[in-house]
């Protein structure tokens, strides 16, 4: 069966230092990636997305940047973190084809910039 | 550009009784999904509607896909408590994306 990770869980960082977060998926191949951010009582907002290693799209003009350095890894980074950064951070991961566009979520990371 | 809307927002449901949340997008799709958020957790995939007239029942929770009216609904039969938490829809948008609702926040009281 798939499983997706996240770590670290919860994170609390200040203003302007830089942040790696990590997302893998066991049992799958190739599976479409995504970045979501979820600001406290809001809706999901959709960060990044890959398809495959190296291609890496990207819906939010912003301070972060994604990355896919393997076909189960995908990293949310960003050089300087702002306050507005504080979020829910959810990965999700889709296999693709007719049903497989239901996206199966990480168990998140909460970050807090102070 | 897809965008997906959800009713209420909140709502407050008594022991025993029924509601319906609504679901409406703006432009063709064919494939919706509920997933349901406890506070502080991740989304846990509920229901996959992935047809015109296709219904889905779990539990005190059926969903239903009008892809003619652009509208799902997700039915709660008996609400009971363990039922309280965020619920969101999502819409296939072409290419590889989900668009999400903003979601409705269900809370059960006795």
């Known amino acids: 069966s798939q499983t997706i990770h996240q770590w670290p869980a919860t994170l609390v960082q200040p203003v302007g230092s830089p942040l790696s977060l990590e997302c893998t998926v066991e049992g799958t191949s190739n599976p479409n990636l995504y970045w979501y951010r979820q600001a406290a009582g809001r809706g999901l907002q959709l960060l990044f997305y890959?398809?495959?290693?190296?291609?890496i799209s990207s819906e939010v003009p912003q301070n972060l940047s994604a990355s896919r350095p393997q076909d189960r890894q995908f990293i949310l980074s960003s050089k300087k973190l702002l306050l507005s950064d504080s979020g829910f951070y959810l990965c999700?991961?889709?296999?693709?084809?007719?049903?497989?566009?239901?996206?199966?979520f990480g168990p998140g990371t909460r970050l807090t910039v102070l | 550009e897809l965008k997906v809307e959800q009713n209420p927002l909140f709502l407050s449901m008594q022991e025993g009784k029924n509601y319906t949340i609504y679901c409406n997008y703006s432009t063709t799709s064919d494939r919706l999904y509920w997933y349901r958020q406890d506070p502080g957790k991740s989304l846990e995939s509920l229901f996959v509607?992935?047809?015109?007239?296709a219904v889905k029942q779990e539990g005190r929770l059926m969903a239903s896909l009008d892809t003619k009216a652009r509208l799902s609904t997700l039915h709660i039969t008996a609400a009971v408590h363990d039922l309280s938490a965020t619920y969101f829809c999502a819409v296939h948008q072409a290419g590889t994306a989900l668009i999400f609702g903003k979601g409705t926040t269900l809370s059960v009281s006795s």
């Open positions: 890959s398809v495959g290693i190296g291609q």
């Open positions: 509607l992935l047809s015109n007239g």
């Open positions: 999700a991961w889709t296999g693709g084809g007719r049903a497989g566009n239901e996206q199966f």
